[in-house]
């Protein structure tokens, strides 16, 4: 097949695959115009047909009006690259996608496990269906189920006061404070001290350590001994 440049009237040799490659679009090698090849496109050859068909298989080009009759070679014409996107169109659609993620899973929220990595992380989006539930705690259920208040065996002055607790609920939770009052014969109170978990435990706890249910905690508080004698005492949950 042969097509005719319609600025130089050079006579070009093409396959189908050229006029296929880029939708018949080319660029004249002799003169650097780009046409449709499909316009101006025939089967014969105007003259010097056996001429052109040698040159066209050794791929030699010839420009014509020249010593030879042989077509001129045919460069496609290139495609313009795609414009690329600009940033700010990038940050739309990174956004696009993660508002999208967050839909599906609020969607199936109900397939997302709460202790997944996932779930943490749309907690921390604060994605609605994934808030972070609320540290259980209840200083009702913690009960005390011995108690004992004494002179310090070996040190004049310390009273100690030993009691173990535990946690009635059926949640784990976090240790409380203990609110300790000490009282005289007549019932009157002698002094009065907030305890931290840290106090009694000697230690402190990390932030995820909770009391676990059932579990009993022993505790043993030392008091400079009042004035006057303390003969009962009040502990509290906080």
Not at 64 to 72: F, K, M, N, Y
Not at 134 to 143: A, K, T
């Amino acid at each position: 097949m042969y097509t005719l440049c319609p600025n130089c009237h050079s006579v070009h040799a093409l396959t189908a695959e050229q006029l296929t490659a880029h939708e018949g679009q080319v660029r004249c090698a002799h003169c650097g115009a780009e046409f449709n090849a499909l316009a101006r496109l025939s089967d014969d050859y105007p003259s010097s047909e056996q001429d052109v068909r040698k040159r066209s298989e050794t791929n030699e080009p010839a420009l014509l009006g020249s010593d030879s009759d042989a077509p001129a070679m045919l460069m496609p014409a290139p495609v313009p690259a795609p414009p690329t996107a600009g940033w700010p169109w990038r940050v739309l659609l990174g956004l696009l996608a993660l508002l999208t993620a967050i839909n599906l899973a609020w969607t199936f929220r109900g397939s997302v496990a709460p202790d997944s990595d996932l779930a943490r992380q749309l907690q921390a989006w604060s994605v609605p269906g994934f808030e972070a539930e609320p540290i259980y705690r209840d200083p009702s259920r913690m009960h005390l189920i011995a108690r004992d208040i004494h002179a310090h065996p070996s040190r004049s002055g310390i009273l100690v006061l030993s009691a173990t607790f535990t946690n009635l609920s059926d949640r784990a939770q976090p240790y409380p404070e203990l609110a300790v009052t000490l009282y005289d014969s007549n019932n009157q109170p002698l002094a009065a001290r907030l305890f931290s978990a840290a106090d009694y435990l000697q230690r402190t706890p990390t932030a995820k350590e909770l009391m676990g249910s059932r579990e009993q905690v022993p505790i043993l508080l030392e008091f400079a001994e009042p004035a006057m004698q303390a003969t009962g005492f009040d502990l509290q949950f906080r």
